[in-house]
C-alpha cells in the first residue's frame, strides 16, 4: 500500500489531478464539472510533461556534440541519478526516503494549515529527490532507521513549506498575484541571483517590453525567437563537429538538416509544454479554491518551474542564454579551485536558468535577467565541484555524475552536521513565518482601511 502511495505521488499527473478533484468536491461542483476539471488538469500535466520530454530529447544531441567540440571532459550533473543511485546501494536510504516522501507530505500539509506559510509542495520528482538527500544525509550521521524517519519526515515538510515562501516575493512579481507559488530545488540558487540582479539592474526596462524595428517584430513570437537561438546553437555545434561525427547520430540524414529538425524540435517541445501549462493552470487553479477555502484557508499549490515560462517568455531565453555562459565561466575556476570539472547542463540552464532569468526580469528589467542567469549558471556548476571535493559519493555507488539542483548542495552540506542543520533550518521556518504573518497583519489592515473608505 505504502508504494501504492509513493507512485502516486511521484506521478505528478495524478497528484495534480487529485488536488483537482478534491477541490471541486469540496466547492460542490456537479459530478460532470468535478470529472471535467480533474480529467483537464491530468491531461494539461501529461501534455506538459511530454513538452518537456521532447525538449530533453532534442536538446542530447547538441550536449553530446558540445561536449566532444570543445574537449570537455568531467563528471555530469542530475541530481535525479545520484538519488537513483543512492537509493540502488543503500536499503536502508531507500527505505526510509519512501516513508518521508509520504510522511513528509503530510507535515507539509499541517504546516500549511497552521501556520503562516500556506504552501502546498505538489512537485512530485522535486519531493523524491528532498526524500533520499534528507534520508541520506541523516543516514551518514549514524542515525538509526526510527530516528531518520521521524527527523527526516519534519525536515521534508518543513523544507516543503521554506522554498516556495523564500521565492513567492519575486514570483508576486511575476504573476502579480498569489495564485500559484513554485516548488522546486533550485530555489536556493535562483532567488539570490534575482536578487543581485534587481540590485544590478533597471527594472523599467523589461525585456518583455523589448521594442524592436518593424521588420524584426517576428520575434516577439516564441515559437519565431526560440527557433532562431536554437537554431544558431545547433548550426555551431554541427558544423565544428563535421558531417562525420555528426553522421553518428544522424544516421543517413544530412548533418545540417539534423540540426535544423533538432532545433525546430525542440521549439515544438517549448509549444507543446506552453499548451500543457494553460490547460493545467486553467483548471487547477480554480479548482485548489476548494481546498483554500475549506482545508487549508488562503493555501498555495507549489508547481513545478515550467508554470512560470508563459509569463516571460523573452526572460526565459535571455536566461538559459546566459546561464550557460556562466556555467561555461564555472568550469574554468571550477578546474582550478576544486581539481574538479562538472560539465555544462543545457537542459539545466534551460529549465532553471531560464526561471532566473524570469525573476531577474523582475527584479531588475533585462539587465537584471542577464546578471541572475549568468549568476545561476555559475553557482550550479560552481557548487556541484564544491560538493563533489566535500563528499565522497564515489563509496556509495555513484560515479561520473553530481548534483545540479542547488537546494539539494546546500542541502547535504548543512546536514553534514544534523543539529546545526536542523537547527538552521527550524530557525529559517520561524523567521520567514515572522514575516509572512507581518504581512499578512498589513494586507488585513489595507483591507480594512479601504473598505472604510
Known amino acids: ?36 476539471g480533474t480529467l483537464k488538469t491530468a491531461l494539461g500535466m501529461l501534455v506538459l510533461s511530454a513538452g518537456s520530454g521532447l525538449i530533453v530529447t532534442e536538446i542530447l544531441p547538441f550536449v553530446e556534440l558540445f561536449t566532444d567540440v570543445f574537449n570537455l571532459n568531467g563528471f555530469a550533473t542530475s541530481s535525479e541519478a545520484v538519488v537513483g543511485a543512492l537509493q540502488s546501494a543503500i536499503p536502508i536510504v531507500a527505505s526510509t526516503s519512501s516513508i518521508i516522501m509520504a510522511v513528509g507530505f503530510l507535515v507539509n500539509v499541517i504546516l500549511a494549515r497552521f501556520s503562516p506559510l500556506k504552501y502546498i509542495f505538489l512537485t512530485g520528482h522535486m519531493m523524491w529527490i528532498l526524500s533520499v538527500v534528507v534520508a541520506f ?37 511575476v504573476t502579480g498575484n498569489d495564485n500559484i507559488a513554485i516548488a522546486h530545488l533550485t530555489t536556493l540558487g535562483t532567488v539570490p541571483s534575482a536578487y543581485i540582479g534587481g540590485l544590478l539592474g533597471d527594472k523599467s526596462k523589461s525585456a518583455e517590453d523589448l521594442k524592436l524595428p518593424k521588420s524584426l517584430e517576428i520575434f516577439k513570437d516564441t515559437s519565431i525567437s526560440v527557433a532562431i537561438v ?34 525546430l524540435g525542440f521549439t515544438a517541445g517549448i509549444l507543446v509544454l506552453l499548451q500543457g501549462i494553460r490547460m493545467f493552470l486553467g483548471e487547477l487553479v480554480p479548482a485548489f479554491k476548494g481546498i483554500s477555502d475549506k482545508l487549508v484557508p488562503g493555501a498555495i499549490p507549489g508547481l513545478d518551474v515550467p508554470a512560470l515560462f508563459g509569463f516571460a517568455p523573452n526572460s526565459l531565453m535571455i536566461g ?29 540552464a534551460f529549465f532553471t536558468g531560464g526561471i532566473a532569468g524570469i525573476l531577474g526580469n523582475a527584479t531588475g528589467g533585462r539587465r537584471g535577467a542577464i546578471i541572475s542567469g549568468l549568476i545561476y549558471g555559475f553557482l550550479l556548476i560552481f557548487l556541484s565541484a564544491m560538493l563533489s571535493n566535500m563528499f565522497d559519493f564515489s563509496a556509495y555507488g555513484v560515479e561520473g555524475v553530481q548534483h545540479d539542483c542547488i537546494d539539494a548542495m546546500i542541502l547535504t ?3 553534514a552536521n544534523p543539529v546545526i542543520g536542523i537547527a538552521l533550518i527550524v530557525g529559517v521556518f520561524v523567521i520567514l513565518c515572522f514575516f509572512q504573518a507581518n504581512r499578512d497583519r498589513n494586507m488585513a489592515k489595507k483591507t480594512d482601511e479601504e473598505k472604510v473608505a
Do not use: C, W
Open 230 to 263: 536554437m537554431g544558431v546553437f545547433y548550426m555551431v555545434v554541427v558544423l565544428l563537429a563535421g558531417p562525420s561525427r555528426v553522421g553518428e547520430l544522424s544516421g543517413s540524414t544530412n548533418y545540417i538538416l539534423f540540426g535544423i529538425m533538432k532545433a
Open 1 to 36: 500500500m505504502l508504494d501504492f502511495l509513493i507512485e502516486v505521488i511521484k506521478t505528478p499527473a495524478i497528484v495534480l489531478g487529485l488536488v483537482a478533484l478534491i477541490g471541486l468536491v469540496l466547492q460542490k461542483k456537479s459530478a460532470s464539472q468535478v470529472f471535467a
Open 320 to 348: 538559459f542564454v546566459t546561464a550557460v555562459a556562466g556555467m561555461l565561466v564555472a568550469m574554468v575556476v571550477s578546474s582550478q579551485v576544486f581539481g574538479a570539472v562538472p560539465l555544462v547542463s543545457i537542459i539545466g
Open 413 to 415: 552540506m548543512i546536514l
Open 137 to 173: 544525509s541523516l543516514y551518514r550521521a549514524d542515525y538509526n532507521e526510527t530516528m531518520i524517519i521521524a527527523i527526516g519526515s519534519v525536515i521534508q515538510g518543513l523544507m516543503m513549506v521554506i522554498l516556495p515562501a523564500l521565492a513567492q516575493p519575486m514570483v508576486r512579481k
